[in-house]
T-cell receptor
Framework: DAMVIQNPRYQVTQFGKPVTLSCSQTLNHNVMYWYQQKSSQAPKLLFH???????NEADTPDNFQSRRPNTSFCFLDIRSPGLGDAAMYLC?????????????FGPGTRLTVT | DQQVKQNSPSLSVQEGRISILNCDYTNSMFDYFLWYKKYPAEGPTFLISISSIKDKNEDGRFTVFLNKSAKHLSLHIVPSQPGDSAVYFC????????????FGQGTRLTINP
């Protein structure tokens, strides 16, 4: 089945220690997104890639970076995690279309910062 | 500035009855609206959507209504089933190159036997 896969599902990192979360997709979608979701809050878009074009949200902290080496993979790098970065991180994909705005989500990675 | 709001954090409905989940938005530029369903430990899954040129879209037990003048949409589930118990997110789209979704905070729906 075509899907969006996120690894790891649970990640524990220490305060200030760089961490990388990964996302892969078998849908061959040209757009990939990273969202941050804190408890009982709306998922918040951090950035997205339209093909190889990187689009950062204006309020995404510089501490968050992303890489997309190819169509299938996208990484979220947190350079110096703080306690406030503990959250669920969701990866999503979409196939750009004027008819459908549907995004397909992975199961998420829950990040704990100690 | 929260552009999409779901003012009810939770809703409890008896099995077989109608569930109505509400969503309000402030940005008149939104032109497409979606509902997502999320089970624990899973990512959100797409449920149903509606374009701003329509006021109703139906898919089986799920119907979404859009009231553009009130900037309000609702999701109706009839009849409600225990498997419908989940968190429901309303989302609205902004076209800026790739379509970005703006989500509400979610409503936790519990269906009681």
């Amino acid at each position: 089945d075509a899907m969006v896969i996120q690894n790891p599902r649970y990640q524990v990192t220490q305060f200030g220690k760089p961490v990388t979360l990964s996302c892969s997709q078998t849908l061959n979608h040209n757009v990939m997104y990273w969202y941050q979701q804190k408890s009982s809050q709306a998922p918040k878009l951090l950035f997205h890639y339209y093909d190889k074009d990187f689009n950062n949200e204006a309020d995404t902290p510089d501490n968050f970076q992303s890489r997309r080496p190819n169509t299938s993979f996208c990484f979220l790098d947190i350079r110096s995690p703080g306690l406030g970065d503990a959250a669920m991180y969701l990866c999503a994909t979409s196939k750009y279309s004027r008819k459908s705005y549907e995004q397909y989500f992975g199961p998420g990675t829950r990040l704990t910062v100690t | 500035d929260q552009q999409v709001k779901q003012n009810s954090p939770s809703l409890s409905v008896q099995e077989g009855r109608i569930s109505i989940l509400n969503c309000d938005y402030t940005n008149s530029m939104f032109d497409y609206f979606l509902w997502y369903k999320k089970y624990p430990a899973e990512g959100p899954t797409f449920l149903i959507s509606i374009s701003s040129i329509k006021d109703k879209n139906e898919d089986g037990r799920f119907t979404v209504f859009l009231n553009k003048s009130a900037k309000h949409l609702s999701l109706h589930i009839v009849p409600s089933q225990p498997g419908d118990s989940a968190v429901y997110f309303c989302a609205a789209s902004v076209i800026q190159g790739a379509q970005k979704l703006v989500f509400g905070q979610g409503t936790r729906l519990t269906i009681n036997p």
